[in-house]
């Protein structure tokens, strides 16, 4: 039987704020605007919160920045009484402290869950936003936050014969919640990004035979996990609020580590490789990037980084033709997201794991038995796709976003996106992004990015009221010179050198933009606490009387 509640004839739900996301970003938002007073429901496509840690359930999937650090500062007794079991929280576990924080601050019930927002038109007579889902329910709100994630639409590469394949097929980021035993099976797992780093070494202790297809090689350092040793988490703890501010004064938004003083290269070669060594047995990639102050804008120096990795993979990986094809050599260290793992070169030296280089032998096509390349076919099982995601801006684009002016964003967007400050987006009054294009989100400790934005989205709305306002929207100036900004600050590093998710370059079609801000988190901050105490240059506030029809 229908839900009458979501019919297009039951009247419409009227809230002052609608959040599009339950994750880290979509909660975090109802806490803080919810203690505005302001009447707030965040709308979750998923059956349950969580948003990047309900959908991923991969074998070994785990966060790649330490425990201690990924998690929200907003509330101190969270903080202190939240223990983390391992260095690097695993997806079951941050998915769990998701949980706890949403029932701890009582968010639950102002999340509607299984529901999807299809559309979203502001009326600019009414001043507001109305949202349709994919059920039929409308909801009209003043403001509208789209807290919707970086990586939450997910790719499946439309090869040719996918729906002949006789056997079963998963991507990462869509896993069943039951999970998937592959033991005895021959399976294919295509893509060596993150996710694939991270689960084929677990693949790979279960299945009869385990196929890696690899297009790219990416770099991967090791991650060091292990148990969180007490007495690391109790002066981590007792150092809270210290550690978190120093976090906001770096690039990258994670404290605890020594800011660099010199260039790679102006050290002697042995103390060179001495400290990459240092670095590399500490584990992590914050430390690893931090070892000099140029290795992601000098090439020279970053050869020097990319070198030593390389070798480090010829060392691990018996076989030098394995090794040099799990060696990058196409785009510096760090350019792309830096991998963590733990045995994912080792994995290669199994005698039933077998890597397939599909640059020089792309497939062809998927069959009712497996995998065609041009050489061969290789029968399977199973196959999994570690293809990643539509990044940045494919869950927006997925939304029909749209003005009564005309304003349609994904004609606004067809070029590559545009924002100001990645906040905001110019002929879209009142509609927020959490760590948008155009934001160190994704190149940052994300929850500190999506703290810092909900707070300067907070702020904004309560700026308007105390100020008997009740619209704003960046200028087309503002957004114009920001977008340029990013764009000259990327390209004065050598991150558009790599050909990453980062510029798009995953998804045929898709315009060739640099969507993070890579200038780091402590300036992005700086630069948004100058616009908010200036009175938000760049951007127009108003009142609007709405027109009654």
């Not at 948003?51 to 903080?79: H, I, K, M």
């Not at 439309?158 to 998937?180: I, Q």
């Not at 890579?518 to 009142?543: H, I, M, N, Q, T």
């Amino acid at each position: 039987m229908p839900d009458a509640s979501r019919s297009p004839a039951h009247p419409a739900r009227q809230l002052d704020v609608a959040i599009v996301g339950g994750g880290l970003a979509g909660l975090y938002a109802i806490h803080r605007l919810r203690g505005l007073g302001l009447k707030v429901r965040a709308y979750e496509a998923g059956s349950g919160i969580g948003g990047t840690w309900f959908w991923n359930r991969y074998p070994g999937a785990r966060c790649d920045v330490e425990s201690l650090e990924y998690s929200y500062s907003f509330s101190n007794e969270l903080q202190q009484e939240w223990k983390w079991p391992e260095r690097y929280g695993t997806q079951p576990e941050i998915l769990k402290y998701i949980n706890h924080v949403a029932d701890r601050f009582d968010l639950r019930r102002d999340v509607q869950l299984n529901t999807r927002i299809k559309s979203a038109v502001f009326d600019d007579k009414a001043n507001e936003w109305t949202l349709r889902t994919t059920d039929g329910e409308e909801i009209r709100v003043r403001y509208c936050v789209m807290a919707a994630g970086n990586l939450s639409t997910p790719r499946v590469p439309d090869f040719k014969g996918l729906k002949n394949f006789k056997g079963k097929w998963y991507h990462s980021g869509l896993w069943p919640h039951e999970g998937v035993d592959f033991s005895g099976l021959r399976v294919g797992v295509i893509g060596t990004g993150s996710s694939g780093v991270q689960m084929i070494p677990i693949i790979a202790s279960q299945a009869k035979h385990l196929h890696v297809f690899q297009r790219t090689a990416n770099f991967s350092l090791p991650a060091r996990n292990g148990p969180m040793e007490p007495e690391r988490e109790r002066r981590h703890k007792a150092e809270y609020p210290a550690r978190r501010a120093a976090a906001a004064e770096t690039p990258f938004a994670i404290a605890g580590h020594a800011k660099p003083t010199k260039s790679a290269l102006d050290v002697p070669v042995e103390e060179r490789n001495k400290a990459y060594e240092s670095k590399w047995q500490e584990g992590g990639s914050i430390s690893y990037l931090y070892a000099y102050t140029d290795l992601l804008v000098n090439k020279e120096s970053n050869d020097t980084a990319s070198e030593f990795v390389r070798n480090k993979i010829r060392t691990m990986v018996e076989d030098p033709t394995t090794a040099e094809l799990l060696a990058p050599k196409d785009h510096p260290i760090g350019t792309k997201r830096l991998c963590l793992d733990t045995n994912y070169y080792e994995t290669y030296n199994r005698d039933n794991v077998t890597l397939v280089d599909v640059r020089s032998d792309p497939i062809q096509e998927i069959t009712a038995k497996g995998v065609r390349t041009n050489g061969t076919e290789v029968e399977l099982d199973a196959i999994v796709f570690a293809t990643g995601f539509d990044a940045m801006t494919g869950a927006l684009r997925e939304i029909d976003v749209r003005t009564t002016d005309g304003a349609v964003l994904a004609d606004h967007w067809a070029g590559g996106p545009l924002t100001y400050l990645g906040l905001m987006v110019s002929g879209f009054p009142n509609m927020f992004v959490v760590t948008g294009p155009g934001s160190p989100g994704v190149k940052t400790q994300m929850i500190a990015s999506i703290e810092q934005h909900v707070d300067w989205i907070a702020d904004a709305i309560d700026h308007l009221h105390k100020h008997q306002l009740d619209r704003i929207a960046p200028n087309a100036d503002a957004e114009s010179e920001w977008v340029n900004h990013v764009n000259a600050v990327a390209d004065s590093t050598l991150y558009p050198l790599a050909n990453s998710w980062y510029v798009g370059a995953n998804i045929p079609g898709k315009p060739r933009v640099f969507m993070p801000y890579v200038g780091g988190f402590d300036r992005y901050k700086k630069r948004c606490d100058e616009v908010s105490a200036g009175g938000y240059p760049g951007f127009s506030l108003s009142r609007h009387e709405a027109t009654v029809a």
